[in-house]
C-alpha cells in the first residue's frame, strides 16, 4: 500500500512536472479562477517513501521555494525601476534565474525518472499503468487516457 501511495505521489509529480514551460518565469497574470488551486500537504509518514526520493524532493522545494521568492524580488524591483536600463538589467536577471530553475528542474526530472525506472521492476506493469493513469487523470481533470490505447 506505501508502494502505491509513493507511485501515485510521484506520478503526480512528474505529471505537474511534465506542462508546457510557458508560465515560467512570466509575470504572473491575475488569478480569474473561482477555485483555487489544489494544495498537496506533505505526509507525515513517509516511511513508504525512499530516503532518497525524499531528499529529492525537499532539494526540489526549497529550489522552487529559492526561485518565487527571487522572481517575487526582482519583478517588485522592476515595478519601482526608474530608467530603462534598469529595468532591462532586471528583465536580464529574472531571465537568468529563470534559466538556472529550468536547469535545476531538468536535473530533478532526470533523477525522478532514475527512480521511477527502479521502482517500476518491483510493481506488476497493469499497476504501474493504473496508477500513471490515475496522475493523468487528476492533472487534466478527464482527460485522454493515452497508456491503454481508448
Known sequence: MKTIRYLLLTGLVLAGLSGTGRAWGQTALPNTSTTPPPVVLPHNGTSGVPSGVRTL????????????????????????????AQREQIRQQLQTNRQAFLAALKTFREQLKDDLAAIKGKISHEEYLRIIDAAHEATTEGGLNHHRGH
Do not use: C, E, P, Y
Not at 525537499?58 to 530603462?84: P, V
Open 57 to 84: 524532493i525537499a532539494s526540489f522545494d526549497q529550489t522552487r521555494d529559492h526561485f518565487l521568492a527571487t522572481q517575487a524580488q526582482l519583478q517588485s524591483s522592476l515595478r519601482n525601476a526608474t530608467t530603462a
